[in-house]
């Protein structure tokens, strides 16, 4: 569902189908996402959340259909250009995929070392720079399995942050933090958004969360998106998706069964019906 | 359905999943080598490689090889005893380390120690997504994590072998000079006048390095490759040790009629 903010996207989806294990993931997706907002990707488990940010990435091609990010179309792209595309992404990671190998230091030097040739001096004080934007320049020789989830993650979004990416996808960033970290995260991704004017994409199903940053919010279901809106539209609920999504009720539009043949059938009583 | 059709069915899979598993393996080798330009850039990551799958190996290879030649020495002076022909003590002992079980045993014990410990750690970086992070940081995981893994156990497999056999032949001096009485100048004389060079020491390496290769290439494949699970790292990890075992014994039975 495109809108208005179409002319500005930075990330166009037009028509997307993606089949996975035979089944439709997306069917025909269109959505856009702004440039300098922080969107919300929400839907129920297993509607393609993840996948999106993989298309987006490059990581998974879909079966058909168009998305551009920054105007390039990324499944059209060969090996060079896609990875000059991702030095200027920044991926948050769900499980944070620091490398175990290195401390946290050389876990936000990385992508640097791997593409800049810097003086030494010059790289460390752009890693020390942003382990302080995420408040753990203190822990910069802890070593990954030293750290707490939260922490992982704010290191992970330093290394994120460390090119000073156009774009910023963040795969449930919420998931498994104390009120602390989680309020700590999310008054990181409102900084370097508002300060840097970073473009961030966000998929989380936290909505009390979400509604503390994102300027827009997509609702997928079905393969498609269902609902767009500011957070407060959505929360509103004018459809049966978004009462049933945002209401948190069991039952609607996204059925609680899981499809299955007769229940009376399956216990046996077959002839009771009779 | 006939219960032959029924049991024919399985054989058939596996065949093709196998053949499938050969390509694959044979694609990603490509895939290594055409990487290794940009591997060359990683050389710290290929010289710590090298330490892991080498220097590290090093103990466990030296007392095999130590006892390995040991107790060749102790069979062969029983068997040559019977023939009256101790002094071909050393020519045998040696012809055997270097021809034959020291790029063999290194090889299979190289599967074990480091073999293992690459599919193991390769796997575990997939399941935790750490190939995923370097992919989104436009790090080819190839050219930086597989490529110097395999380059490393290509370049420590035969130096590995060849202090295999030295350590072998200092355990056959220990037990056939110090201990059996066997004559020490004739154990030296004997060996050094009948091994070659070229054709037993030289050829010893190539097969060490091709055992190196497959090894490498097998430990390597089984981890990028290993479904992002403990247990599917668990079965990955046996598989590395069994195709590779199997590989390592039958590659050494065709290098050997061709190399004879």
Redesign the interface.
Known sequence: MPTAAAADALVEVRDLTTMLSGKAVFAGLSLDIPRGKVTAIMGPSGTGKTTLLKHI?G?MRPDRGVLRVDGQNVPALGREAL??L??R?G?L???S????DYDVFENVA??LR??ARLPEVLLRNIVLTKLQAVGLRGAARLMPSELSGGMARRVALA?AIVFDPMLILYDEPFVGLDPIALNQVLKLIRTLNRTLGITSILVAHEFAAVRQVADLVHLIANGQCVASGTPEQLARGESDWTRQFFGGDADGPVPFQYPAGDYATALGFTGAAA | MSADMKAGAPRGGMLVDGLAQVGACGLFLLGMLGAIPRSLRHLREISRQIWFVGAMSLVIIMISGLFVGMVLALQLYYTLSIFGGTAALGTVVALSLYRELGPVITALLFAGRAGTAMTAEIGL?RA???L?????????PIA?VATPRFLAGVIAMPLLANVFSMLGLLGAHLVGVTWLGVDNGTFWSNMTSNVDVWKDIVNGTWKALAFGVVVSLIAVFQGYTAPPTSEGVAYATTRTVVFASIVVLALDFVMTAFLM
């Open positions: 990435t990581q990875y000059a991702r030095e992404i991926y990671f769900q499980n995929a620091l490398l175990t990385f992508p791997q593409h290394r | 970086m935790t997504d750490q995923a992070a370097m992919e989104m940081m436009a790090v080819d930086f």
